[in-house]
């Protein structure tokens, strides 16, 4: 019996590091598995539609290859959305200047702007003014005013859009509108829907 149990032992210890050294190299294989190459693709997270930073009381300006500032947009609270590259803002106000200098400025409850702020979403309230020229340029343009719930501003190309009510002022002429689509480069204004005016002799 004794010489029955020291075989089986010798057999054990003779098979144990055999046994040991396939265990290892199984554990190796599974940690190789499951590790990700170095060298492999990254798989990135896709970016929901929740902000990634918040500004208060904040003021953001561009300027123009010369210094000169283009735009500043001011309000009251913004959040800025990864997926979107926009900002949200709680009672924005924007400054804007073109080329020549001229101001045009924008406000309203809630608005939406790209990165450079060359795009802006006007919500609740909005208002955009275009001020007048001096008086003493060749055809001088009057002052305009655009009001509704909602404005789309583009200000690199000083367009105008919007698919809902608005309201339009040139000077003391008024005119109302389903829809607006204005374009001040190519001085084209397109009022569509159930268009209404009201004309001031004298107006330029």
Do not use: C
Request: charge should be neutral; glycine fraction near 6%.
């Amino acid at each position: 019996m004794i010489a029955v149990l020291k075989d089986v032992w010798d057999r054990f210890l003779l098979y144990l590091p055999l046994a040991f050294t396939a265990l290892l190299a199984l554990g190796t294989y599974w940690l190789v598995r499951s590790t990700p190459p170095v060298d492999g693709p990254v798989v990135q997270r896709a970016a929901g539609h929740d902000p990634d930073y918040f500004m208060q009381d904040f003021s953001v300006r561009t300027f123009d290859s010369v210094g000169r500032i283009r735009t500043e947009v001011l309000g009251e609270k913004a959040r800025h959305y990864p997926d979107t590259l926009w900002l949200e803002i709680d009672r924005i106000r924007i400054r804007s200047f073109d080329e020549k200098g001229r101001l045009t400025t924008a406000t309203a409850a809630r608005g939406l702007t790209n990165e450079d702020s060359s795009e802006v979403q006007l919500l609740g309230n909005a208002v955009v003014v275009r001020e007048a020229e001096p008086a003493t340029k060749a055809n001088a343009a009057p002052r305009m005013e655009y009001r509704g719930e909602f404005l789309h501003a583009f200000l690199k190309t000083e367009q105008v859009k919007s698919h809902k009510p608005v309201e339009l002022l040139r000077g003391n002429d008024r005119f109302t509108a389903n829809s607006l689509d204005f374009d001040n480069v190519e001085q084209v204004l397109q009022l569509h829907g159930r268009v209404r005016g009201t004309l001031v002799p004298g107006n330029p």
